[in-house]
């Protein structure tokens, strides 16, 4: 089994905070639309014994295509890929994109919204993963998000009318957000009744307007201290809602984890489509040049326009104990052994011994007394926001 991730790289405007690969500007969309559905059929042969059980449009901001634009992609893929029968197929939105014909007392613009979540279901779409960010008008203004808190209510309050599973994203750590604040964005996120939340501290990415107007004394520098204590908050709070803590930024309840980030975490191969998307199969991984233009005319004429590096066991390794303390599986010790060998494995047990001593992991045995019981390496709630350092300090070095 394996995912399709495609990379809409379009957007309104850009958000102060972020460093993925977007334009704002759309005058090549068609062209590029027609490279990536080109693009699907030239790589069909990598994944011709995979079936795809998720479909992901990313970005940039995909809620920006209309019904007939995303269609064109999904075609693309039905024709040159084998497809499970009920396959996860999710599409990131903003709020000001799903009601964008909306405005307070206007049934016509309710009406045009309505429009829109149908063609989305229409074309097989049946999970939608919406930008909230806050329901702060003043914070979303400090991102330079396009919607309003207002959009973010609206846009809610008609997508669970629609659809079952719908996620949101929420950004913590904002140095004007004090914890009432926060709490009052869980509040109003939990009072919608959705059933997964991405969430994600703020922070500086180099050359980002973020970065600079940090540095110029616009915007007052992150504190690491207020983002620890807003997921804190999101962790118990969340909890007590019935949601699984499944991964370090995401939060669901049984039965709607991401089933296509899930498949990230758990090495599955996937598939990347656009420009600067990324791919992975077994010992391969590649990505896409990060250019509109350049994507378009390579894919015009035949070539793929990707980097490619191969993966030797220490890196795979790596990776593996990465992403398994981000996750609530944690990280066994038996399919280390069975993966890379021994010598990994003890390792790993023999260096996450301080962890596990400072109460910063822990060692659990599934099934104890059983001969042959796997052990499993975990994030303690005291350790789950010092992932990153604990797992670079895990690693091995060729």
């Not at 704002?24 to 042969?45: G, I």
């Not at 909890?239 to 939060?251: D, I, P, R, T």
């Amino acid at each position: 089994m394996s995912g399709i991730y495609i990379h809409i790289p379009f957007c309104k405007q850009a958000c102060h905070y972020c460093d993925f690969h977007f334009s704002t500007s759309l005058k090549k969309k068609k062209e590029l639309l027609s490279a990536m559905a080109k693009e699907l059929q030239l790589r069909k042969n990598e994944f011709e014994n995979q079936t795809i059980e998720t479909i992901y449009f990313g970005g940039g901001t995909p809620s920006l295509l209309v019904a007939e634009e995303l269609q064109l992609l999904t075609d693309a893929i039905y024709k040159n890929y084998t497809v499970s029968a009920y396959p996860e197929i999710t599409l990131e939105a903003n709020p000001d994109d799903l009601v964008r014909s909306h405005h307070p007392g206007q049934a016509s613009g309710l009406m045009q919204s309505s429009t829109v979540f149908r063609d989305l279901k229409a074309i097989g779409v049946n999970r939608l993963s919406i930008g909230i960010q806050s329901f702060f008008d003043d914070d979303l203004k400090a991102m330079n998000r396009a919607h309003s808190a207002h959009h973010a209510k609206i846009c809610l309050e008609e997508a669970r009318s629609f659809f079952d599973n719908v996620t949101i994203d929420l950004i913590y750590g904002m140095p004007e957000m004090d914890l009432k604040k926060w709490n009052a964005n869980l509040d109003m996120a939990f009072a919608f009744e959705i059933n997964h939340i991405s969430s994600y501290a703020l922070t500086v990415e180099p050359k980002t307007a973020l970065d600079h107007f940090i540095k110029q004394g616009k915007y007052p520098p992150l504190d690491d201290h207020l983002a620890l204590e807003h997921f804190r908050h999101l962790i118990e709070r969340s909890e007590k809602q019935g949601f699984l803590h499944y991964e370090l930024s995401n939060f669901g309840r049984p039965n709607y984890f991401s089933k296509h980030n899930t498949s990230y975490w758990q090495g599955k191969p996937y598939l990347g489509i656009g420009p600067s998307a990324h791919s992975f199969k077994g010992n391969q991984r590649s990505w896409n040049v990060s250019n509109n233009t350049q994507y378009i005319k390579a894919i015009q004429g035949d070539t793929l326009p990707r980097t490619v590096e191969n993966l030797s066991l220490t890196d795979r390794y790596n990776e593996s104990v990465m992403i398994g303390l981000r996750t609530m599986w944690g990280v066994s010790l038996k399919k280390i052994e069975r993966d890379f060998g021994a010598d990994y494995a003890e390792h790993l047990e023999r260096d996450s011994q301080k962890f596990i001593d400072s109460g910063l992991l822990q060692m659990s045995v599934p099934g104890s007394g059983v001969k042959g019981s796997d052990r499993i390496l975990k994030t303690t709630p005291k350790g789950i926001f010092l992932i990153d350092g604990m797992a670079s300090d895990l690693f091995v070095l060729d």
